[in-house]
Structures are given as C-alpha cells and as structure tokens.
C-alpha cells in the first residue's frame, strides 16, 4: 500500500482487519476511504494532498495515531467523526478550513490548538468530544458555527481569536466544567442557547459592542454569580438568564433599557441590577424592567 498514489472514494471502507497505513506518495484520497476501519490503529500520510475529504476516516473508533501532510489546507466534514480513541491531533500549520462534525464524538481527544491561518469552524465540528479540557483558537474566525462545542462537557479552557463577531446557537451548550471565558472585544452577537447549561461558569463580562444577547443563551447556568453587560446591548432574549439561582449581580452599561421578556431573568431572586447613572427613571418607565425586582443605580 505504500506506493499507492491514488485512492478512490470509499476505496478501503469497512476493511475491518485493517490495523495500520502507510503512504508517502499520496495525490489524491477519496471521501469515505477508510471509513468504518474499526481496528485501523496508526495512519501515516505524505505526498501531494491539500485535502482531506468528507467521511475519511469516520467510525475508525481504534485510531489512536494520525500523521498528515504539513501542507493539509482542509479538514473535510466528518473526517473524524466517531474516532473514539483518538487522543491527540498536529493540526497542520497550513490549515484554512475544519468541516462540520470533523471531530465530533473523537470522545478521547484531550487538547485542540487551531493554527492561525484558519478561516472557517463548520458546525458540531468539536461537538461531543467529552474529553477536551484545552482549546486554543487561532486564526481568523469570524465566528464560532452552531453546537461547535457542544457537550464537550471536560472543556475548562478556551481562548478565542480577537476577530470573532458572533458565537452561534448552542456553541458551548453543555460545557459544564467551564468557569469562564474572555470574550473578544469584537464580539457582537451571542445566538440562542450558546452558553446554556454551563453549569460551573461563575461570572461573564460582555464587551462593549454586543447588542444582542440570544434566548437561553444562559439557562440553567446554576453558579453564574455576576453578569456585565454590554453598553451597545439592545436586546436580551426570552429566558436568557432564566433559572440562574445564584445570580446576584447584574451589571448594565446601556443607557438605554435593552429590550427583554418576562422570562429573561425568570427564578433569578436575591440579584441587584445595577444601572448607569441617571438612568434609573428611562429604565422604571419601561413596562418590562419596572418588574425587575431591585433596580439601583451606580454611584
């Protein structure tokens, strides 16, 4: 096999004696070569290939060593999914691109450090992984895609790229041993559900350009003690920090009242929302934050 150049899609899936690849002349890899190679342990690959293509390796839930070309640009989705033993990943300082669900359910993977060049995170691309405690994010993201994170219930570090301008819906949802993030000063949209259910994560601090903030986007974060919000902020969502019992600041910079529901702070008790000062009566002539409990502004 070692002086093969060209593998097909589909080409080696379901070899379930196959234990072990080398190749070092690799032009071309087809989607879903080696997919379902359930005792494929070691892979080797070197040549020409700038991508490696959907399904690749999925289901290869033996596969505890990966080397791959240093020129690698892609990561195609699901090219990993269900690698289940996989506990350490070189991402190719050439990287640009990580499709959706590339990772998603590598349930051993401990650390990701993705390489400065890349643009694009797709979707459920971590999702799942429940043994990731680190993750470092370089590059240019603009965004953190939808569920990118999900249940990756281990996570307790990540640091994300000063250009990210939105996190998506459920992207860290269930990371529950998280007790904070620094969340760059380009950040302007935070999706539905993004940090639901974290249940460690102890304080939050919005930077300035946020202006809107989604629904659920903190229920059931059951030790978040302070919440600093933005002073661009306009909206906050229906139940965005509902069932929050141990929020006892919240801490608002908008002059003017962001808009929320009845819900948004629903079974949060015992909290002090601080004002900007001179904005105490803008924020009691609103119908919806007249009912917030305790209003006091900052000196």
Known sequence: MNSLEKIGSN??????SLTSVTLDKLSKLGSSAFKNCSALSTVSLQGSIEKLNSNTFLGCTSLTSVNIPSNISEIGSSAFEKCQSLAEFEFPTSLTK???DAFSNCSSLREAVIPNMVKSIGSS?????????SVVVGGFLTEIDSKTFYKCNALRHITLPASVKKIGTKA???CSMLQGIELPASL???DDDAFEKCSMLQG????VAVTSIGSDAFLECTMLAKAELSVALKKIGGSAFAKCPSLREVILNSPAPPSISKSTFKDVVSCTFWLPKSTKTL???NK????VYVLKEKE
């Open 11 to 16: 080409a080696f899936e379901d070899c379930k």
């Open 125 to 133: 691309a971590f999702e799942g992984c429940t043994s990731l405690d």
């Open 172 to 174: 860290f949802q269930e």
């Open 98 to 100: 990580i499709g959706s």
């Open 188 to 190: 302007v949209t935070i």
């Open 204 to 207: 939050i601090k919005l930077p």
């Open 283 to 285: 924020y009691m002539a």
């Open 288 to 291: 919806d934050w007249v009912k």
